[in-house]
């Protein structure tokens, strides 16, 4: 099975007087898993729904495998952020009836329904009415429902959300198969663990517009590609050398300064020289929620001169597209 | 199967086979026929106990005749006798020493007959009435020697009527029971389906099931499988009530007919009638989808659902009005606005008082503005069936008019 390509050029989504989404362009390979990243209201789901064709973009052009996305081209599983399910009806005929609106017939989706339920350790519960599942249970039939009659592209937002370690294993293994049987999967998660483990490339978005965009080592090289671990007693002096990321405890992360040394040997005599007491130092690759915070936690734009702008701009231009 | 089959067999299906449909279904007429049997019951129960507690019983009672007209033997046979001080007598009857006094005026065909009594409480007071009537009444036929004219005096004679129309005899009362049954079926239809369509239109809003289920199926196509379910649910209602109504009708009819002059079926009134109706239900539809297609959830829908009901139903109240007025400016209006035509319409149709010209006119306005209505709800269900958490504002319609993003 091949999965569905994603094309998105020059979108804007327009609420009252708010651009949501501002000019935002990005591609999606068949075959790729693609994380789409940024903080709430940075215009996800937005995107999302626009792409599903469930609202109507102000602008541009959103497109699955060449063409604007209508029911009955069918192939999609999408999870959305805010879901639920019929809560008086059974299990098995809320599943059965999804797996009808996919295109199955009947006893094909009473068919998979049953096995995905047997899978999940839900079966005895098949005939129960979906209010008196627990929320994980649910969670489970609803991303059944999603990955039902193996849909070309998944997209999953948030999935992990409010799943308890075991069932978010099993989760994103359900999710690991689907790409392993060639779909597209489009990824909207906080949690870059997940990101690091599943995507090929990334998205960031901020207020509606591209802010990052390529693969994670691009990202990573773009922020610096790596980051200062120091294990120290007391605070960490200001330099030139590096920047302050984060600082937890006894551990801080510094951002190194286009003047540093690539191995972090200016940043360590810099804290030395400053009176330091360090007792652990380690470069390592920046992390995924180390640039996260850095591209959320500041107000600073793609173009506002500073190393985060910078940063920005630069992995936007490498990703092949300009928001 | 189609996804708009789907849509309509899923729907359907999870309606009717819930317990607490049949139960609410079978219950309606299960109450309807109770209530009546117990009015009926009661009914003949208080006529019989008011007639025999206002008969005229032998009573003593003394009385002035300035008619000359009242008989004192048979004054005497229910306890009568003359009054020789018509003060003091009325003033007995204050003290509760004499049971009653009657007076007699000069001219009892058109003037009133004065009585005192002693209170026996509501409904035996009427006995006094009667026994006054029954002294005169017998009084005259006694003076009369012509049995016949003492039988004409004693009870009024039968009529029976034979009415015309266009060369043909005109149909009676019971002809405009059949047309106005879809009077009541609408009414019926209304309120057994007002809860039900709003809360399946909302359902997927309040359970945040509108993203996932709309990347399967259009919102056109979803919105238009909700209303042909419920339509279906309505006939399966209807019909329930319908079936065991028509076979009491039918076996009570012939006991009534003689008296109501014959049911008669009248092709043209039923067929207005009857497009009346399901023009009517589309527009009903048309509302209650527009209601769940505006709120969020079916709590805050119950406010705009009163409101759709009464716009539906209102004209009830103004019907025997309207049926008795047909050419009245409040009958226009009532007939002509466009929430009130469906039951207005069928209650004119039914006592034949729409005329053909404006039997077409109300069968066109009402599928016109059922198809406006249908095309806004779902205009407005398209757009917010996304919407989570807060209702659909007109200035959101506004500027889905002028081009904003909305729901597809």
Known sequence: ?323 | MSRLGTVVRFEFVRAIKKPAFWIGTLALPIVVILVSVLVGVGQAAGSDSVSSSSSATKTPFHYVDHSGLVSASVAAQWGGSPSRDAAADRAAVRAGTLEAFVEYPAKPSTQTIRIDAADRGLFENGGYSSLAERVLERSVAAAVDDDEAVALLRSPPATELTAYADGRVAPGWLSIVPPLLYVAAFFGIVILLATRMVTVVVEEKENRISEMILTTVTAGDLIRGKVVAMLLVGLVQVGVVLVPGLVVALAALPLVASRLGGLALDPWRMVVGALLLVGGVLLACGLFVAVGAAVPSIKDASTLQSAAIFALIIPLYAAFFVMTTPSSPVAAFFTWFPTFTPITAMVRNAVGTLSVVESVACIVEVFAAAAVLLWFAEYLFRHSVAQYGSKVTLRQIAGWRRGRPGTH
């Open chain 1, 1 to 323: 099975m091949s999965g569905a390509s994603i094309s998105v050029r020059d979108f804007v989504m327009r609420f009252g007087d708010r651009d949501v989404v501002d000019g935002l362009s990005f591609d999606v390979a068949p075959g790729e898993t693609f994380g789409l990243l940024g903080s709430n209201g940075s215009g996800k789901t937005t995107t999302i729904r626009a792409l599903l064709g469930i609202t109507t973009p102000t602008a541009g052009s959103l497109t699955i495998d060449g063409a604007p996305y209508r029911p009955a081209t069918g192939g999609i599983g999408y999870l959305p952020e805010e879901r639920g399910l019929y809560r008086k009806e059974s299990v098995i005929d809320v599943m059965t009836y999804f797996g009808m609106l996919r295109g199955l017939r009947r006893p094909e989706a009473v068919r998979w329904s049953t096995e995905y339920l047997e899978r999940i350790g839900l079966a005895d519960r098949a005939k129960l009415r979906v209010d008196k599942l627990s929320g994980g249970q649910q969670q489970k039939v609803q991303l059944g429902i999603t990955i039902m009659d193996r849909p070309r592209l998944l997209i999953l937002d948030e999935p992990t959300k409010g799943l308890d370690p075991v069932n978010r294993r099993l989760l994103l293994d359900l999710v690991d198969e689907r790409k392993a049987d060639g779909a597209t999967v489009v990824l909207v998660t906080h949690h870059m663990d997940e990101v690091e483990r599943l995507c090929d490339r990334i998205l960031l978005l901020r207020d509606g517009r591209a802010a990052a965009y390529g693969t994670i080592p691009d990202v990573q090289d773009a922020f610096g590609g790596a980051v200062a671990r120091v294990v120290l007693d007391g605070s960490v002096p200001p330099s030139d050398r590096y920047r302050l990321a984060r600082h937890e405890g006894h551990v801080a992360h510094l951002v190194p300064s286009a003047a540093a040394a690539a191995d972090g040997s200016d940043i360590l005599a810099s804290l030395v020289a400053a009176g330091v007491h360090v007792t652990g130092f380690e470069m390592r690759r920046i992390p995924l929620d180390e640039i996260f915070v850095q591209v959320y936690g500041h107000d600073a734009g793609a173009d506002d001169g500073s190393a985060v702008g910078r940063a920005l701009a630069g992995t936007v231009a490498r990703g092949g597209s300009a928001a």
